[in-house]
């Protein structure tokens, strides 16, 4: 299989979990139970974020490379104002919905705030990101970090990849720390100090979450000028390194379902928690993260070759799961197709806030339906690659052609 389609295929994965655990129902729904992030501190935004990163540094190296350090940057930047017209673009669906469908203002109330479609001051902060509603935000974090990657990628491909690596982990140093809040606070205030207004929201801290994307940045930089050789980087002889990775996930692994269902005690709790906040990307977060990352990237690249039986099972195991189609053609497509499941997600809470508290039957049929309805905007921009024009178009292309 090919590294790229192993990409989109774990890309097509994290969305598929993305879109479960988005779903929200009166009463909770028992898939979201089955979960990865039930087991290790690791959830599908952060994979969904290094694996972006990682093809971004693939894709635009190259780009930089062979054209030149101001045409990869246009490229970058054409497609994060391209992300941006998406992230607008939903909203304005939303907020569109929100005055069409009957009680959806007080339903999505808590989501979307004081937004209003025809209220400019409501309007200014979610377009300018200070104030993401509910489920909005991993986009305009990837947007930012977008903006700063064709500098980061030059300087990968200048051979000053280390530099960046340490620039990072001070900055998100910076963002344990809370050094950021010297300017957003003062921000916070100012937002709300209007009538009605509820001020700065935002899931994601950038300065934390940044470390993922870069990481991954980094990665596809030196992948694509071949400075990593990843099958040599990962020997099936060498093991330390993953069975360390797989202490650390077995240590985490019982705190985080102490921490999953409440019985972590609270004076254990009061200190551990500082260390385990997701917002920042807290120390908690980066170390349960690296394991599973170098974990399965070793699983993946050097399991197939492994001596042992066991191993060789498993890493075929997941290969076999990253290698349906169903999850690489989600893959694929996988920022269109993360704001179509925003839409999802908000139409299924109307749903949910309109009807009688539902049977967990009820719920998980409409999570099947809301799955099918994934990959939707996945089959039309693939649609020529899976059934020729005449499947969609019939006789007019040839008609107009």
Same mark, same amino acid.
């Given at each position: 299989m090919k590294r790229l389609d192993v990409i989109d295929g774990m890309r097509g994965y994290f969305l598929v979990f993305m879109l479960v655990n988005h779903l929200v129902f009166t009463g909770g729904l028992w898939l979201v139970e089955i979960n990865h992030r039930n087991l290790a501190f690791v959830e599908d935004a952060q994979g969904f974020v290094f694996l972006?990163?990682?093809?971004?540094? %693939?894709?635009?190296?190259?780009? %930089? %490379? /062979? =054209?030149?350090?101001?045409?990869?940057? =246009?490229?970058?930047?054409?497609?994060a104002l391209e992300l941006y017209r998406y992230a607008m673009g939903i909203m304005l669906v939303v907020l569109a919905l929100q005055l069409i469908? @009957?009680?959806?203002?007080?339903?999505w109330q808590n989501w979307l705030g004081p937004t209003k479609l025809f209220d400019p001051s409501s309007l200014a902060p979610v377009i300018s990101f200070l104030f993401q509603p509910t489920f909005m935000d991993i986009l305009p974090q990837y947007i930012v970090y977008m903006l700063f990657a064709p500098i980061v990628i030059w300087l990968?491909?200048?051979g000053q990849w280390l530099g960046v690596a340490i620039g990072s982990l001070l900055i998100w140093m910076a963002a344990q720390l809370g050094l950021q809040r010297a300017l957003t606070y003062p921000l916070n205030e100012?937002?709300?100090?209007? @009538? =009605? /207004?509820?001020?700065?929201?935002?899931?994601?801290?950038?300065?934390?979450w940044q470390i993922v994307f870069f990481a991954g940045i980094i990665g596809g930089s030196l992948t694509s000028t071949k400075q990593i050789e990843w099958q040599k980087m990962f020997n099936p002889r060498n093991t330390t390194l993953a069975w360390t990775a797989l202490a650390i996930c077995l240590f985490f692994m019982p705190l985080r379902i102490m921490t999953a269902h409440g019985l972590m005690p609270g004076v254990v709790l009061e200190k551990f928690g500082l260390m385990e906040v997701r917002a920042d990307f807290g120390p908690v977060y980066l170390l349960n993260f690296a394991a599973v990352a170098y974990g399965l990237a070793w699983l993946l690249i050097a399991g197939p070759r492994s001596e042992n039986g066991t191993i060789r099972k498993i890493a075929n195991g997941l290969t076999s799961l990253f290698s349906l189609k169903i999850l690489q053609l989600l893959g694929r497509h996988s920022l269109q197709i993360y704001v179509w499941h925003v839409l999802i997600v908000y139409l299924v809470y109307y749903v949910d806030g309109r009807t009688p508290e539902l049977s967990q039957l009820t719920k998980t049929m409409i999570t099947a339906v809301a799955l099918a309805l994934l990959t939707l905007p996945a089959l039309w921009r693939d649609r020529e690659r899976l059934f020729g024009d005449s499947a969609f178009l019939g006789p007019w292309v040839k008609n107009t052609a």
């Open positions: 972006s990163g990682l093809l971004t540094g %693939m894709v635009y190296a190259r780009k %930089m %490379m /062979k =054209d030149g350090y101001a045409v990869g940057r =246009d490229r970058i930047w054409s497609r469908l @009957p009680g959806a203002g007080a339903i990968c491909l200048r100012w937002l709300a100090g209007a @009538p =009605d /207004k509820e001020g700065l929201r935002v899931s994601f801290n950038l300065l934390g």
